[in-house]
């Protein structure tokens, strides 16, 4: 006899899956046998019955794929054989000690990359147009978590590079067109801050209010994202923040 198969989707959530699948276990007959409903989630294969443990077959699902088991369920153990549960432990070991190793050489690569930025705009400070308002933006970041601070840090060390692209090539007046040729390139050299769309936003706004160049940072951007009549900064998260 065939199992009885659930359909699953993108946003399912594996609990709210699993519930229905034991209810409809429970539900269903299917003569004398058990009913045994089957459905698919992230490539295990899931199998419950109406005696299923929810909890044990759950705590199975997320060891599934560091113990490569292609399915778990219906009938859970409470624990595990001994010889699982050590290899389960062995192969949670090596995975952290696998994502230490990758997290120190992404350390050590964005420590060169930060080393190299600090040595290329040395020397080089940010011209602010509103110095009250920038400093007061700043001040209020000191409480922040780091979210704010990591936004302020992109936006003067972006305006940095851009203002070292000015000087070396003679540029006093930099217009939209002269953005067009090196902020998204300065912006690049940023990358190893992993800010994200909605941060990227931002430093546009902040820039956009206090940077010597930014109204035509500003133009260039909202031109980039096909709003250049617009008066405010259309941030890449679908907001618009106005400084």
């Known amino acids: 006899m065939e199992n009885y198969k659930l359909e699953t989707g993108a946003g ?28 698919d989630f992230n490539g295990v294969k899931c199998l419950v019955d109406k005696d299923t443990n929810l909890d044990w077959f759950y705590r199975d699902y997320c060891n599934a794929h560091t113990m490569t088991w292609k399915q778990v369920g219906p009938d859970c153990l409470e624990a595990y054989e001994s010889e699982v549960q050590a290899e389960l432990e062995r192969r949670n070991k090596a995975e952290e000690l696998r994502q230490e190793e990758q ?6 690569k964005e420590d060169a990359e930060r080393k190299l930025f600090e040595e290329k705009v040395r020397g080089i400070k940010m011209r602010i147009r509103d110095r009250k308002g920038f400093n007061e933006w700043r001040a209020n970041q000191k409480s922040d978590s780091g979210y704010g601070n990591a936004i302020f840090e992109y936006a003067e060390n972006w305006a940095k590079l851009m203002q070292k692209e000015f000087t070396e090539r003679n540029i006093e007046k930099p217009d939209v067109a002269c953005m067009i040729a090196h902020a998204d390139n300065c912006s690049k050299e940023l990358n190893f801050l992993g800010i994200t769309g909605f941060m990227y936003g931002a430093a546009v706004a902040i820039l956009a209010s206090h940077w010597k160049y930014g109204e035509a940072l500003r133009k260039w951007h909202n031109k980039e994202y096909g709003q250049e009549s617009s008066d405010g900064v259309v941030n890449p998260a679908m907001l618009t923040i106005n400084l």
């Open 12 to 39: 399912d959530h594996f609990t709210k899956v699993s519930e229905r699948a034991l209810y409809l276990a429970k539900n269903i007959v299917r003569g004398d046998q058990k009913t045994i409903v089957e459905f």
């Open 103 to 108: 997290r120190a050489i992404w350390k050590a």
